[in-house]
């Protein structure tokens, strides 16, 4: 059972652009809801992260907003830059789970010069 | 913080064999997490550990698999009787606690053939 859901598999856009990347999750016992940036050959890095009281989270050109009543969040990348370019994990966690992660499957960002 | 340490980087052996996978977490983090991440996917719980004290395990964690952490330092993954399937990259994980941000490190490649 996937409990977290992410899309688009794949995203291209152009230098300065903004990326969009969404998450649709199941259960809704999750209290938190992180992003992480994952290059070649490195684990995942935390971007920026979310709790279900707020709307919206922004840090830098990174901003996470998150619908509760919908089950949803997303992450954007504002003025996106090639240094962007990874793959991206949403996921999230119970409060009862002890810091497990469900991770979404990813999405794999390109910006093009 | 240096980093959480994995060792070694890669690791190719034959079906039917036992391999052992070592993790340093970062010093003083109590909190060590162990995920599975197979090509395309997003990484998957195996275990986690608070200080020496294994306190939850995924259904994933076939009796094959096995995870210590003596002295609530270093962690290893054992996998005994490798089979192809077991094929993916082994990441670590460490937290100072459950609400503290989840540092990943590069991981371990495990090639069966």
């Known amino acids: 059972q996937q409990q977290v859901k992410q899309s688009p598999q794949s995203l291209i856009v152009q230098k300065g652009g903004i990326s969009i990347i969404n998450c649709a999750y199941e259960n809704t016992a999750f209290d938190y809801f992180p992003w992480y940036q994952q290059f070649p050959g490195k684990g995942p890095a935390l971007l920026i992260a979310i709790r279900p009281d707020v709307s919206e989270k922004k840090e830098g050109r990174f901003t996470i907003s998150f619908n509760k009543s919908a089950k949803q969040f997303s992450l954007h990348i504002m003025d996106s830059q090639p240094g962007d370019s990874a793959t991206y994990f949403c996921?999230?966690?119970?409060?009862?789970?002890?810091?497990?992660?469900?991770f979404g499957e990813g999405t794999q960002l390109t910006v093009n010069p | 913080d240096t980093g959480v340490s994995q060792d070694p980087r890669h690791k190719i052996t034959k079906r039917g064999q036992n391999v052992t996978f070592r993790c340093d977490p970062i010093s003083e983090h109590n909190r060590l997490y162990w995920y599975r991440q197979t090509l395309g996917q997003g990484p998957e719980f195996l275990t986690y550990?608070?200080?020496?004290?294994?306190?939850?395990k995924s259904r994933l964690l076939s009796d094959r698999f096995s995870a210590e952490r003596p002295k609530g330092s270093f962690s290893t993954l054992e996998i005994q009787r490798t089979e192809q399937g077991d094929s993916a990259m082994y990441l670590c994980a460490s937290s100072r606690g459950r609400d503290e941000k989840l540092f990943f490190g590069s991981g371990t490649q495990l090639s069966v053939l």
């Open positions: 996921a999230a966690r119970k409060e009862t789970s002890g810091s497990r992660l469900t």
């Open positions: 550990f608070q200080n020496e004290a294994q306190l939850e």
